[in-house]
């Protein structure tokens, strides 16, 4: 199955890249630094469960754009739905029945969004949930946990997850010590650790921000009871409780997750699938909470972009598409099989994997010991994730490029692409293997 791959363009596209923007890319996420380096691939078209790239070769993708694309690449429904949009204008600047209609779907779907607000992107959307927490308690601290990731807007990026950490940042530059001072970061599933920054921090403390299934340092759950804890601790302290569901938001049922871990929060944010693949966040949560925002309240947030048509429309299309019943069976189906695949021809050829999995999203680290909290995940083998990368990426499967990453299965994958995927993924382990066997 083993192919030598002719990246021609691809290298032809990095060269000028790399003159006009800086590292030659948009996003550090998108640069192969963390896989051994070398030159990224560049896309010419997505279609369903596959890229096709600058100089032909196929890929089926399990990046799906980290997380955004569940449906697959140019779904009918979303391409019919921004085709007709597009003709009556991409952008208004003005209110518009589109933003209505997917805010009542989101409401339906996510009853804590009592009110709520669109915005560009999760970056946003969580920055602005975290000022409306600042405004409604008049506090200034929050408390995250290490590792995760919560977009890069200044506050966040203190102990950030998949990003930075890809690169060996333990923060970003930039930061000034006046704003780290205002972050507590503990580490994900430690009710010790919890306690004691509640005990210390309790009348400064705004809110606890947390992924309630953690995505950005692989896929992480949480401990039976853990998030109870956390809400406890919350209302304890008199801090609001914001759920990040960027990721975990309509990936793994219709709505965000939060119910399945008994608790309630007072604010949830949202984005990557609500688009429909097109940029978009959200962000809202109890009526009392969310009256704060301006105009009823003195909490500022605006945006140009938010709300505009194009993602409106994309976003009810997908959301109307997840509505097909055995939608998320299919996912969960496919993930567990890659799982258990994985594991399986992993024990063959003796190489220590762990895999955490959740529906159709997992991470494979290659670890012996299981993968709760962002150490655990810094202590995996970035040598032998990168390997194992860019043997798959030869065989024409395409991971995300850094081991902080997940696997991310789409409506658009099909049993063959599974089993494709699996015999690659032997091949590629049985040459991990013999590279371990050699150090």
Known sequence: MQRSLVLTRSQQWFARAERVLAGGVNSPSRSYAAVGGGVPVFMQRGEGAYFYDVDGNRYIDYLAAFGALILGH????????????????????????????LAERIR??????????????????????????????????ILKFTGSYHGHSDLVLVAAGSGSSTFGLEDSAGLPPSVKQEVISIPYNDPQALAAAVDEHGQEIAAILFEPIVGNFGIVPPQPGFLKEVERAARKIGALLIDDEV??????????????????PDL????????????IGAYGGRREVMSEVTPLGPVYQNGTWAGNPLAMAAGLACLEVLRTPGLYDQLDRYGRQLEEGLLATARQHGVPVQINRVGGAFTLFFHDRPIRNFKDTEASSSKWYGSFFNELLQRGVLLPPSKFEAWFVSAAHTQTDIDQTLAAAGEALAVVAKAQSRD
């Open 108 to 141: 339906e779907a996510i009853p804590r969004m009592e009110l709520l607000r669109f915005t560009a992107s999760g970056t946003e959307a969580v920055m602005s949930a975290i000022r409306v927490a600042r405004g409604f308690t008049g506090r200034s601290k």
């Open 74 to 101: 140019g779904h009918p429904r979303v391409v019919e739905a921004v085709t007709r949009q597009i003709a009556q204008g991409a952008v208004y600047g003005t209110c518009q029945p589109l933003e209505v209609e």
């Open 268 to 279: 949830v944010t949202i984005g990557k699938i609500l688009g429909g693949g097109l940029a």
């Open 247 to 264: 990721i975990t938001g309509f990936r793994f049922r219709y709505g965000a997750v939060y119910p399945l871990y008994d608790i309630e």
